[in-house]
């Protein structure tokens, strides 16, 4: 089984700032298979990325991901007040084999 | 996409409930649905997937031989059968839509399911 190690756990930020969001794969997976998602407080899950780099529908530009292998990177540009929240790294494995990192809380500093 | 689950309670450790969500705004029948759990202050975990025309159904290993998935393309309605229920399996149950075998691109609002005596 794959397992998706996020980090920071936790990042603290002002309105404005870069935020850079790690997901580690114990092994490598194929980017297509590579998802993102944000989950404000008491809300549902919101599909942010999917192939690593691809932004979902109705998602602002300064949302992006990259990476390959087992190294994959989220990144808000310039974080707005609504962008705080709990960001998951998701991976869509054969079988199929469907993997969750723990998840990274970008908090207002 | 619109998603609305219903069916969550309190229950009893070994007792059965099952979970419904009604599905409307897409093509139900052409796409794979998700159910997705997460306990209370935790991440999020996989629970079952069923392809579009019901034939191809895969769990996660936690839920093997205790939870059935199933559909009804003509009520446009997923479920979850729950038995065997365990004080771990308390969790809001998401239902979610399948974006071509590459990730979940719709969620419902949730459904609290609580096990405990």
């Known amino acids: 089984e794959i397992v998706l190690t996020q980090s920071p756990g936790a990042l603290s930020l002002s309105p404005g700032e870069r935020a850079t969001l790690s997901c580690r794969a114990s092994q490598s997976v194929t980017s297509s298979y590579l998802a993102w998602y944000q989950q404000r407080p008491g809300q549902s899950p919101r599909l942010l990325i999917f192939g690593a780099s691809s932004r979902a529908p109705g998602i602002p530009d300064r949302f992006s991901g990259s990476g390959s292998g087992t190294d994959f990177t989220l990144t808000v540009t310039r974080l707005e007040p609504e962008d705080f929240a709990v960001y998951f790294c998701?991976?869509?494995?054969?079988?199929?084999?469907?993997?969750f990192g723990g998840g990274t809380k970008v908090e207002t500093k | 996409v619109q998603l609305v689950e219903s069916g969550g309670a309190v229950v009893q450790p070994g007792g059965s409930l099952r979970l419904s969500c009604a599905a409307s705004?897409?093509?139900?029948?052409?796409?794979?649905m998700h159910w997705v759990r997460q306990a209370p202050g935790k991440g999020l975990e996989w629970v079952a997937l069923i392809r579009h025309g019901g034939n191809n159904i895969f769990y996660a290993d936690s839920v093997k031989g205790r939870f059935t998935i199933s559909r009804d393309d003509s009520k446009n309605t997923l479920y979850l059968q729950m038995t065997s229920l365990r004080p771990e399996d308390t969790a809001v149950y998401f239902c979610?839509?399948?974006?071509?075998?590459?990730?979940?691109?719709?969620w419902g609002q949730g459904t609290l399911v609580t096990v405990s005596s």
């Open positions: 998701q991976h869509y494995g054969s079988s199929p084999e469907i993997t």
């Open positions: 705004g897409f093509t139900f029948s052409s796409y794979g």
């Open positions: 979610a839509k399948d974006l071509i075998a590459v990730a979940i691109d719709s």
